[in-house]
């Protein structure tokens, strides 16, 4: 079946422009999150999403950076006024789980590569 | 503040030998941990866990192996293939859902 996809793969921004990073989880998959992996590091988690309620937005690094999920399925990534620091690959997984534990295996896209000049 | 922590950026290793992959954490709280395998232009793609009430889980090919008294687990990949050539990620968790990465180990298997 269909695994995680993301668009766009890629995205150059020009600092001060806003973006919107889009992610189509699993189809029945109730779990969603995003990450942002920074060139020659690991993923870092930035929010949580059960269903369309995101119950942990811990891992935003600023205000600029919004999620939603209105419907419980896609989900949008947004960053307003991007600044060079935010050049990163965001990562979007899925996952069945509906508890808040580690053991449902998160499922992830190709990620979005964005760059900012 | 890292802490996950794999040293090694990358490894070589023949085809058939065996493969070994670090890492090391900090926090004692960690009771979940997970290695995920990236290809380039792919996500990240889950390997092999292991809860911390044991100290070895094994999976076909690929054993991991956890010492919690030195907070070091290890990723064991018998027989290497070239197809095995990829980043590993290490991985840990409190308990939920938030894993927190290392920074990647480069596996190289030459044939």
């Known amino acids: 079946g269909a695994g995680v996809s993301q668009s766009p793969r890629y995205k150059v921004a020009k600092r001060g422009q806003d973006v919107a990073l889009r992610c189509d989880p699993i189809?029945?998959?109730?779990?969603l999150f995003w990450y942002q992996q920074a060139l020659g590091q690991g993923p870092e988690f930035l929010t949580y999403?059960?269903?369309?309620?995101?119950?942990?937005k811990s891992g935003l690094p600023s205000d600029r950076f919004f999620a939603e999920r209105p419907e419980g399925s896609v989900s949008t990534l947004k960053i307003q006024r991007t600044q060079q620091e935010d050049s990163a690959v965001y990562l979007c997984?899925?996952?069945?789980?509906?508890?808040?534990?580690?053991?449902?295996?998160?499922?992830f896209g190709p990620g979005t590569r964005l760059t900012v000049l | 503040d890292q802490q996950v922590k794999q040293n090694s950026p990358s490894l070589s290793v023949q085809e058939g030998r065996i493969s070994i992959l670090n890492c090391d954490y900090t926090?004692?709280?960690?009771?979940?941990f997970l290695w995920y395998k990236k290809y380039p232009a792919e996500g990240p793609t889950f390997l092999i866990s292991?809860?911390?009430?044991?100290d070895k889980n094994e999976d076909g090919r690929f054993t991991v192996f956890l010492n919690k008294s030195a907070k070091h687990l290890s990723l064991h990949i018998v027989p290497s293939q070239p197809g095995d050539s990829a980043v590993y990620f290490c991985?840990?968790?409190?308990?939920?859902?938030?894993?927190?990465f290392g920074t990647g180990t480069r596996l190289k298997v030459l044939a």
């Open positions: 997984a899925s996952s069945l789980a509906t508890s808040g534990g580690p053991y449902n295996e998160q499922f």
């Open positions: 189809s029945g998959h109730v779990s």
């Open positions: 999403f059960q269903n369309e309620a995101q119950l942990d």
């Open positions: 926090n004692s709280m960690f009771d979940y």
């Open positions: 292991i809860s911390s009430i044991k």
């Open positions: 991985a840990a968790s409190k308990g939920t859902y938030k894993y927190i």
